[in-house]
């Protein structure tokens, strides 16, 4: 399926707290905003987010015809992926914990030896993911946080780790994960990011992206846009609310 935003959790972590049937009730230092659409311009396709009446996701339409659909039950979450919006081509269930955030996820269908385990901070931030395929851990990632916001990933796959850095903006994060209605994936950075900065292991240079945004009057981003080292346009999203 086209890229939608389920878990942004491995690359740029801008993720924020909404309130959901039996969780955690909302940080208010965190925006409430619901996006209805969201928009990759350089790629052309549409994410179209529709809520229940608790706010959380409900439903996805993809300018594709690709759906993903979610269902709630008890400490259960389940999300499906519908090609063309009838056919089931994948599917994942997360577990959630005491808290009201996922544990532990697994796939189903052609994902069904994929599986991922969480841990949280006292924040109900995200601090470590790892992801398994047959039971065998492929990639872990650790995170750090400082004052609510993520400043460093370091994603490790067979033995090699890749580090990455961010910078933040003062302006309140409007475009994470409960901005879409996925509390149940933890909270997260409270800003949005200034800058990346991709390292290998021996501390090399990989890459360096520069985030720019376009605010409505109620100060909600309305554009993304990313920028390489030689100030090349890398992507540019559009956000409605």
């Keep these: 399926m086209k890229k939608l935003r389920i878990t942004i959790i491995a690359s740029v972590l801008i993720t924020l707290l909404t309130a959901s049937q039996g969780c955690q009730k909302e940080d208010t230092t965190f925006s409430g905003a619901k996006v209805v659409s969201e928009t990759n311009l350089r790629q052309g396709f549409t994410d179209v987010y529709t809520y229940n009446a608790n706010g959380d996701v409900a439903q996805i339409n993809n300018s594709s015809g690709d759906v993903v659909l979610f269902t709630y039950n008890g400490d259960t979450v389940s999300r499906q992926t519908l090609s063309q919006g009838t056919v089931v081509s994948s599917a994942i269930v997360y577990l959630l914990g005491g808290d009201k955030y996922t544990d532990t996820s697994y796939g189903l269908y052609q994902s069904q030896n994929s599986s991922s385990s969480y841990i949280y901070d006292g924040n109900g931030q995200l601090t470590r993911q790892t992801n398994y395929s047959y039971g065998n851990v492929t990639t872990t990632n650790n995170y750090t946080l400082t004052a609510k916001n993520v400043t460093t990933l370091l994603s490790t796959t067979s033995g090699t780790q890749t580090r990455y850095e961010y910078s ?74």
């Design 168 to 241: 933040y903006t003062t302006t309140t994060n409007t475009i994470g994960v409960q901005n879409f209605g996925m509390g149940f994936m933890g909270v997260g950075s409270l800003y949005l990011p200034q800058t990346r900065v991709k390292l290998n292991q021996n501390g090399d240079t990989l890459e360096v992206l520069t985030y720019r945004y376009g605010l409505d009057d109620n100060s909600q981003v309305t554009l993304k846009t990313s920028y390489n080292a030689a100030g090349v346009l890398v992507d540019s999203i559009a956000y409605s609310y």
